[in-house]
């Protein structure tokens, strides 16, 4: 039997543990699918590399409105599909032959399934047959999440073909037409993707709107431009699915309930996205005695410990908030307990942002206006339009904004939330005031903002909001 100094359980964000300063541990890096985890192989990476193509077939449509009159050939989605994967795929092949290299001497991969069998002592279903059973002073749980199938007749019994987000990038060919289940990010991106490369989308709403975790606004935007480009079916309800077949083509057969009653949608493919939940469940958690919330989260503290002393979580497998750049700072978190036991530091989960990155793109960071409400939190609340700022007339954006609130007191921002062009980029600035205390007046007065760039979104909301009472 094996013993580590530490043990990795997933190379997503825990792969980025290891380094020279931890060369002096024996650690074992165990690792049950490819390296590297969901957002480089199948999340964040390569759709967002499918987001660009999409966005460059889409231009027709915003060019209209601008004079420029143009059309869309042809999508070329083997080349793309092969593109991105041929950059990915050998980045996850280095990233494995790396960790096995001479390089990395210190360091046990162990290609298989881990499975806690007691306190500190796992089982690894090697993926070249046989078990091996490792224990480890320390541990590090960094296996992420899943995407969840939820129990409807013909999905959960494997008897239809479906797709889920870890195989659509990879079909050899463009459907006509796709349905998708579900309103949340996997969706409105895919959504995007395909509907831009010509594929009629049908999506499949149960609520009465998409992303409702965000803004109330930005979610009753996003939903009624989506509903303009593709087929958005609200308060609809998957019942069942079938397989049908026909001119030699497969599909699916999907029994819906929505607003005007029951009925049938046939459709080439299904991409289920219906949300992801942590693999603790296969992980021999109560073996190993670490607590679990009752959604699957590891249950840990300020400092990623869980409730197993030497037993540290990341990522997807214990966060709310399941983002690449979350689990990238609680690894980092991580690292540095593993090395300062005595001066560890906390996570820092104040101003968390996330972007979706469809058309229009969106990006959030803290509260929205109805957690303000919720909490009866005192705001003041600016929304600036695109249409009001240069940029925007370039544009001839007549739709989008930002809407910033901020305490009335301290004149410190509370929530930004964007809806309109690069709004992962244009928020930045207000996630810095937001991490670094800043003032909405001193961020809009105490620099010079490039004119006429879309910055000047951020400065014109900042200068909108009403000067804070308190001095
Ligand atoms: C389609 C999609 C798009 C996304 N886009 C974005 C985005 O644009 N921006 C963003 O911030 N986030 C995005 N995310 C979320 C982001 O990918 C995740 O939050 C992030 O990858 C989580 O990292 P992690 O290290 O916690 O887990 P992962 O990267 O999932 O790594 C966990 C690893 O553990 C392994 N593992 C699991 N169980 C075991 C076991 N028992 N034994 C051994 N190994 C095991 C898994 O195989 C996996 O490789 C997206 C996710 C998806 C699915
Ligand atoms: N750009 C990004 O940062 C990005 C992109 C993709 C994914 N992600 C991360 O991955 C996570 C998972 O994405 P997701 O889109 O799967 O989850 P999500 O939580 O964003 O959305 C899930 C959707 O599925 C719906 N749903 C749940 N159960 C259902 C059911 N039984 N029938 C019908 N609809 C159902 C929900 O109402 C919701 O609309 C996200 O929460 C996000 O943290 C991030």
């Known amino acids: 039997m094996n013993h580590f100094d530490l043990v990795i359980i997933g190379t997503g964000s825990g792969n980025s543990i290891p380094g020279p300063e931890l060369e002096h541990l024996s650690i074992a890096i165990v690792e049950d699918n490819l390296f590297g985890g969901t957002c480089l192989n199948v999340g964040c990476i390569p759709t967002k590399m499918f987001v660009h193509p999409a966005e460059l077939a889409d231009a027709a449509r915003h060019g209209r409105s601008l004079g420029v009159s143009s059309h869309l050939d042809a999508v070329d989605w083997p080349g793309i599909r092969d593109r991105v994967f041929g950059r990915i795929d050998a980045i996850e092949a280095a990233g494995r032959a790396y960790r096995k290299s001479p390089e990395c001497q210190n360091i046990t991969v162990f290609a298989g399934h881990g499975r806690f069998i007691s306190h500190k002592r796992l089982t690894i279903s090697m993926h070249d047959g046989g078990t091996q059973v490792i224990t480890g002073e320390r541990f590090v749980l960094a296996a992420g999440s899943h995407a969840v199938v939820p129990e409807i007749a013909g999905l959960t019994s494997g008897a239809v073909p479906f797709h889920t987000s870890d195989t659509i990038m990879r079909i050899d060919r463009l459907p006509d037409n796709i349905a998708i289940l579900g309103g949340g990010f996997i969706a409105a991106e895919f959504a995007h993707i395909f509907s831009s490369f010509g594929v009629a989308v049908t999506q499949l709403v149960r609520g009465p709107a998409m992303l409702r975790q965000l803004d109330g606004d930005l979610s009753e935007q996003f939903t009624r431009e989506a509903a303009s480009r593709y087929e958005v079916l609200l308060e609809t309800t998957l019942e069942g699915v ?21 009925g049938t949608i046939e459709a080439e493919l299904l991409l ?43 990522g997807d497998l214990s ?26 530091m906390t996570a820092d989960h104040r101003f968390i942002p996330a972007a979706v990155f469809a058309d229009p793109q969106i990006a959030s960071v803290g509260l929205t206006e109805e957690q303000a409400i919720e909490a009866q939190r005192p705001y003041a609340v600016k929304v600036q339009k695109y249409a009001d700022i240069a940029a925007g007339w370039a544009r001839e954006d007549t739709v989008h904004f930002l809407k910033v609130l901020a305490d009335p007191t301290t004149g410190l921002l509370l929530g930004a939330h964007v809806i309109g062009p690069e709004a992962a980029t244009v928020i930045q600035p207000l996630i810095h005031a937001m991490s670094f205390g800043q003032r909405a007046l001193d961020v809009a007065r105490g620099q010079y903002w490039i004119h006429p760039a879309l910055s000047e979104l951020v400065e014109n909301a900042l200068l909108g909001l009403p000067e804070p009472t308190e001095q």
């Open 319 to 344: 966060s709310a908030h399941q983002l690449k750049h979350v689990a990238n700072h609680e690894a980092r978190v991580v690292k540095h307990n593993l090395l300062h036991p005595d001066e560890m």
């Open 272 to 314: 289920v996205a219906t949300g992801r939940r942590p693999n603790s469940d296969a992980l021999g958690m109560a073996a190993a005695g670490v607590e679990v919330h009752g959604d699957g989260r590891v249950r840990v503290d300020d400092y990623q410990r869980t409730s197993v002393e030497g037993i540290f979580a990341l």
């Open 242 to 262: 079938t397989s049908s077949s026909g001119d030699g083509r497969s599909g699916v057969v999907l029994e819906v309930k929505g607003p005007n009653g029951p």
